[in-house]
Nanobody
Framework: QVQLVESGGGLVQAGGSLRLSCAASGSTFSSYAMGWFRQAPGKEREFVAH????????YYARSVNGRFTMSRDNAKSTVYLRMNSLNPEDTAVYYCAASADTTTVPRGRPDEYDYWGQGTQVTVSS
């Protein structure tokens, strides 16, 4: 079992930056690959980024590639999402998720992840 708690969301102007954090507890954090997803009102949950268990490999959605950076600190059991050049289309609730599958290349589907946080709201004003 892994418990995940996101933080760092808020209101930011277009062009601004935010850093989200996701703190894990309850199990060996370094045994899990991690992902970030987001969900805007009326839309399906959307893949944002993924990082492998060691932090050596990352994957990004096309919509955020080059603007967002995912990282992790296994000593702190925390994963981060640095978001730059934010635009109103990035407005959503952002969720972190943990996957016990550390070998399969992710396809960006929510069902690939086993545990989820409660989400943190990010609002980008124009």
């Amino acid at each position: 079992q892994v418990q995940l708690v996101e933080s760092g969301g808020g209101l930011v102007q277009a062009g601004g930056s935010l850093r989200l954090s996701c703190a894990a507890s309850g199990s060996t954090f370094s045994s899990y690959a991690m992902g970030w997803f987001r969900q805007a009102p009326g839309k399906e949950r959307e893949f944002v980024a993924h990082i492998n268990s060691r932090g050596s490999t990352t994957y990004y959605a096309r919509s955020v590639n080059g603007r967002f950076t995912m990282s992790r600190d296994n000593a702190k059991s925390t994963v981060y999402l640095r978001m730059n050049s934010l635009n109103p289309e990035d407005t959503a609730v952002y969720y972190c998720a943990a996957s016990a599958d550390t070998t399969t290349v992710p396809r960006g589907r929510p069902d690939e992840y086993d545990y989820w946080g409660q989400g943190t709201q990010v609002t980008v004003s124009s």
